[in-house]
């Protein structure tokens, strides 16, 4: 549960219908779910793996099974790239709960005038982190989870509300069209990094988090009913989140591209709540509310991983190891939140990265640590557990617990770890860099 609720966030709701949006719409929902089923999947069956076998987290998970300083590297990887993410996850966040009290007290804001006044979206994001510090400081993730427990499935009624609503707007139809009808010619090398790296963040899969879930859990818990429950529970949810958002934008906005990036949801949602009568704006609160629980259980998840290293492998307090990462983050957290105020330095910042036009810093931080950082981690786990270590030892890990694994889905998971995994990332890292021509 505690899995299901940290790969449930954000991820889902926000991110995931603006990289649809950015990458042409049906024909990324399908390559993104063939991601999420041929590499997602077996990646997080990896690092339950390697997290229960060994005990530890990221870093000492690789340190105990034998890895070297490179492979273990990897596992420093994952602490960077969560406490990165964090700073601008936290970002949105902010967002999420000024709409909160905008929602529910009905002002119209424009959302535009928001998201450009610095003086709104730094405090807010500010108020956010201090929220993840306060829990991750009080040990008390464990009541949250519980608080999760009963509050994930409203919030997941009032998606299919939301979403029942935007599909029966008039002029819907489009936007069903859109986002469920792939035009495969749209399919290139970028969608497909998207896909997996979108993947990969949903399912909270290459951030270490799952060896560090993986760890807690005792030997006779089935670690295949687990993984297939939250793989199929995620996609759910980001599926109809994708269903809230584009037939209301054809519908409602239709001077507005997909392609906006990430405002997206945050300019169509409260268009939706005043098509929702009576209460729309009540359930928009709710909706917002819900949100920021969603997105609560992901942070705490994202700043527990670097503070659990710096304690077990740094000696740190775990006071100390909180608040010293949680300030951190804080600072990491302005330039994103002011790259949205546009003409602002960070708005412009510009980099070319092998043909990639990447703009503003909010952006380049999404780039590197909240896809390719992700994306090279699990390429490293995959080939250190397919082949640097005997992949069987995993393979019997996951069979504890799990006897219906035995057979084929056992050789399946081996074949798909040693050359499926790997096969497929390298080859969307070497597009990426061009190596097969623009
Ligand atoms: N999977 C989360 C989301 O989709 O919002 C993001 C996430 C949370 C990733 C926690 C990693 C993590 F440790």
């Known amino acids: 549960m505690a899995a299901g609720g940290s790969a449930v966030g954000l991820g889902n709701i926000w991110r995931f219908p603006y990289i649809t949006g950015q990458n042409g719409g049906g024909a990324f929902v399908f390559v993104y779910l063939v991601c999420v089923l041929l590499i997602g999947l077996p990646l997080l069956l990896n690092e339950i793996a390697l997290g229960r076998k ?89 009541g949250i989870e519980k608080a999760a427990k009963f509050l994930m499935p409203i919030l997941f009624l009032i998606i299919l509300l939301i ?21 495969f010619s749209k399919i290139n090398g970028k969608v497909i990094l998207s896909a997996l790296g979108q993947a990969f963040f949903s399912l909270s899969v290459g951030w270490g988090l799952m060896i560090t879930f993986g760890s807690y859990l005792p030997k006779g818990n089935n670690i295949i009913k687990s993984s297939l429950w939250i793989a199929g529970m995620d996609s759910t949810v980001a599926l109809m989140g994708g269903l809230m958002i584009f037939p209301a934008l054809f519908a409602l906005l239709p001077g507005v591209s997909p392609d906006e990036g990430p405002a997206l949801v945050f300019n169509v949602l409260p268009r939706v709540f005043d098509q929702i009568e009576p209460f729309g704006n009540i359930i928009g609160g709710l909706f917002f509310l819900l949100l920021l629980v969603a997105a609560l259980t992901s942070s705490i998840s994202m700043l527990e991983v670097p503070v659990a290293y710096f304690i077990d492998e740094r000696k740190w307090s775990r006071k100390k190891a909180t608040w010293t990462l949680g300030i951190a983050a804080m600072f990491l957290s302005i330039p994103s939140a002011l790259a949205s105020v546009k003409g602002n330095f960070f708005n412009l910042i510009h980099i070319d990265f092998f043909g990639n036009d990447i703009i503003g810093f909010f952006n380049l931080m999404d780039f590197f640590f909240g896809t390719l950082a992700i994306v090279i981690i699990c390429l490293m786990l995959s080939v250190y557990s397919g082949w640097i270590k005997n992949v069987k030892v995993f393979a019997t890990e996951l069979t504890i617990g799990a006897p219906a694994f035995e057979g084929f889905p056992r050789k399946a998971w081996i074949f798909f770890i040693k050359w499926i995994c790997p096969i497929v990332i390298i080859f969307v890292l070497l597009n990426m860099v061009g190596v097969f021509g623009a």
């Open 54 to 142: 060994s005990g530890k987290n990221p870093v000492g998970a690789i340190k105990e099974t034998g890895g070297n300083r490179f492979w273990q590297s990897s596992g420093v990887l994952c602490v960077v790239v969560c406490f990165a993410v964090l700073s601008y996850y936290s970002v949105i966040a902010g967002w999420t709960i000024g709409y909160i009290f905008t929602e529910l007290i009905n002002i119209p804001v424009d959302f535009e005038v928001f998201i450009q006044t610095p003086l709104y979206v730094v405090p807010l994001c500010i108020v956010f982190i201090l929220l993840t510090i306060s829990v991750v400081l009080g040990g008390i993730s464990g």
């Open 163 to 183: 979403a029942a609503r935007a599909v029966t707007l008039p002029g819907a139809s489009k936007g069903i069209e859109y986002y469920l009808s792939p035009d």
